[in-house]
């Protein structure tokens, strides 16, 4: 299965870290893996500032305030259009403040890579459909589902991640 994962930095706050990109490709493979996503897709990641997530999260969910991550699925009801060219079905957009990664990365105690990951599986299965806005059991299982994932990456909650292990 070939994944197109496509990743575009627009933000100059906070520096990309070598590997980061990699890191990204594999959490979005290890989701779709995961949930036994059959067909190839197709993901887009763009990293801003606070200011520009706080715009589009003012725009698209009413909340004026900057926020970590935002998932834009394109699909519903596991069904999403298909690039004509490649076969690839298209899942959506994760837009990341690295900014806010940074500032939470260094509240919760690890490396910036382990919090973008993190960031990243949280957002691919919201463009897979999963939701926990709402609280309750969903919420649960997206939560289980994620360190799941983050476990096979190696990226425990417990455990310490440095760039020399991507």
């Known amino acids: 299965m070939s994944n197109k994962v496509l990743i575009t930095n627009q933000q100059?706050?906070?520096k990309i870290p070598s590997g980061l990109r990699i890191l990204i490709r594999r959490?979005?493979?290890?989701?779709?893996?995961?949930e036994g996503f059959e067909q190839p897709a197709e993901i887009s990641v763009t990293f801003v500032?606070?200011?520009?997530?706080?715009?589009?999260?003012?725009?698209y969910r009413g909340k004026d305030m900057p926020t970590d991550v935002l998932s834009f699925p394109l699909g519903e009801d596991g069904k999403y259009d298909v690039d004509q060219d490649t076969g690839a079905c298209l899942l959506g957009d994760i837009v990341i403040s690295m900014e806010k990664a940074m500032e939470q990365a260094e509240l919760y105690g690890h490396?910036?890579?382990?919090?973008?990951?993190?960031?990243?599986?949280?957002s691919m299965l919201h463009l897979l459909g999963y939701d926990h806005e709402q609280g309750g059991l969903a919420a649960v299982k997206m939560r289980e589902k994620e360190?799941?994932?983050?476990?096979?990456?190696?990226l425990p909650r417990t455990v310490s991640y440095t760039a020399d292990q991507i």
Request: charged fraction near 20%.
């Open 147 to 154: 360190e799941a994932v983050l476990i096979q990456l190696g």
């Open 27 to 34: 959490s979005c493979n290890a989701v779709l893996e995961f």
């Open 12 to 14: 100059k706050k906070v």
């Open 111 to 122: 490396p910036l890579q382990r919090e973008v990951a993190y960031l990243t599986v949280h």
């Open 49 to 59: 500032d606070n200011a520009e997530i706080q715009t589009l999260n003012a725009q």
